[in-house]
């Protein structure tokens, strides 16, 4: 092998709020569809408020082949209906991607968290000591990505759930990379996947950390963000395999940065966001000048806002590119979040817009970036740069650009 292979984007799996595929949620994103709502998933009496962005009920028997939905849980089976979506798009026949050696990496926050919440509260209604065995095998978070693997019938592949939380989609796909960089894998199914579940709700509203209504990233008003769920998966290949079976190509994989600022458990440090942008920027041969938009992480809170807006700023002096912060229309979609967000670039690049930041009626004067308010924007966009930020400090950033020429 002469120097790396390059890495390509065949295909796109997405399922959230508010939609089911990428050419819904190409539309949706145009659209600024924001898809909040009450949250119907468990019970909520003693919250003050409880909305989120939920996955309206759908038929995943359609998508599926081999998974019968009631034996998995909703985070395995979001990640499941993803990679199938993902295969299809990219016009990858399973027996195809059996006689290959391949990667799949799914990011996660939660695992199967819903179904432990489940379990849980029927020994409580039951007043039994026996915990249904059915539900506790579909709680661990190794699950998500096997999940995959059984779906589509892969033999030759490494499963692999990573669980570096709102991070963990942007790791997936910086693991797939490196795997497809050096020839140790022929394809690879990255992405992450997570479900609503009462766990999570209940630690972000203890916290204060929740938004009554709904998310708005970069606005003076904002109040927290709010819980989302579903699951984004890409399929990458390296580019020689993709032009020899004639793969329509959404974008390239330039490069991608990881730092851990270890600085505390939920406050951000503005070092660690810096560097991790610019190891990103230099793996991908990338100047500041060379990016055309940040789908940023944006989860609306006040501090992560502020602390990402000014590691921007530092990054990209008084000129920084436009921002979008798509948690506004989905979500916290925690594990999924920043492959979500890589989704939305490449279809960005793909479709020449900027998908907009909604809900939005002020910018805060802390927060000093373009986050293009409410109304998508035509543009024509070459390198798209998107933002993972999790707790602890662990900072994942993936750099896509326009299909080799």
């Not at 569809?33 to 408020?49: K, N």
């Not at 509260?121 to 998500?144: C, F, K, M, N, Y």
């Not at 793909?350 to 109304?375: E, Y």
């Amino acid at each position: 092998m002469n120097g790396p292979h390059r890495v390509v984007v065949t295909g796109l799996g997405v399922v959230c709020s508010t939609a089911l595929g990428a050419t819904a949620f190409t539309a949706a994103l145009r659209a600024g569809r924001c898809g909040a709502g009450p949250v119907t998933l468990f019970d909520t009496s003693g919250f003050d408020y409880a909305n989120a962005y939920e996955v309206p009920a759908f038929d995943a028997a359609n998508w599926l082949h081999r998974t019968v939905p009631g034996t998995v849980g909703r985070a395995a089976l979001f990640a499941a209906v993803a990679a199938r979506m993902a295969v299809m798009d990219a016009g990858l026949a399973d027996r195809m991607l059996r006689a290959q050696r391949g990667l799949v990496a799914i990011g996660t926050t939660d695992g199967g968290s819903r179904e432990l919440d489940q379990a849980v509260e029927r020994q409580i209604t039951d007043g039994s000591d026996v915990i249904d065995p059915a539900l506790v095998a579909r709680v661990p978070a190794a699950a998500l990505s096997v999940t995959v693997c059984r779906e589509l019938g892969l033999t030759r592949a490494e499963a692999t759930t990573i669980g570096t939380a709102c991070a963990a989609g942007n790791y997936a796909i910086g693991t797939g990379l490196d795997a497809l960089r050096c020839g140790e894998a022929d394809f690879a199914l990255c992405g992450g996947a997570d479900a609503l579940c009462r766990r999570n709700f209940t630690g972000f509203y203890r916290l204060g950390l929740l938004d009554p209504d709904v998310c708005r990233p970069f606005d003076a008003d904002r109040r927290g963000l709010v819980t989302g769920e579903g699951a984004g998966v890409l399929v990458l290949e390296t580019e020689a395999a993709a032009r020899a079976r004639g793969a329509r190509v959404y974008g390239e994989v330039l490069g991608y940065g990881l730092s851990c600022d270890a600085y505390h458990q939920l406050t951000p440090h503005p070092s660690g966001i810096v560097r991790s942008i610019r190891l990103a920027l230099h793996d991908a041969g990338s100047k500041p000048e060379d990016i055309d938009l940040i789908c940023a992480h944006a989860t609306g809170t006040q501090t992560n806002d502020t602390v990402e807006s000014s590691a921007i700023n530092e990054v990209y002096g008084s000129a920084p590119p436009s921002v979008t912060g798509i948690k506004s229309m989905i979500g916290h979609t925690m594990g999924a979040a920043s492959a979500l967000g890589g989704i939305a670039s490449v279809l960005a690049i793909t479709h020449g817009f900027i998908p907009p930041t909604v809900n939005h009626v002020r910018t805060d004067p802390a927060c000093a970036v373009n986050c293009v308010p409410n109304t998508a924007v035509d543009a024509d966009i070459r390198i798209v740069q998107n933002n993972g930020f999790a707790f602890g400090g662990n900072n994942a950033v993936v750099v896509f650009g326009r299909p080799p020429a």
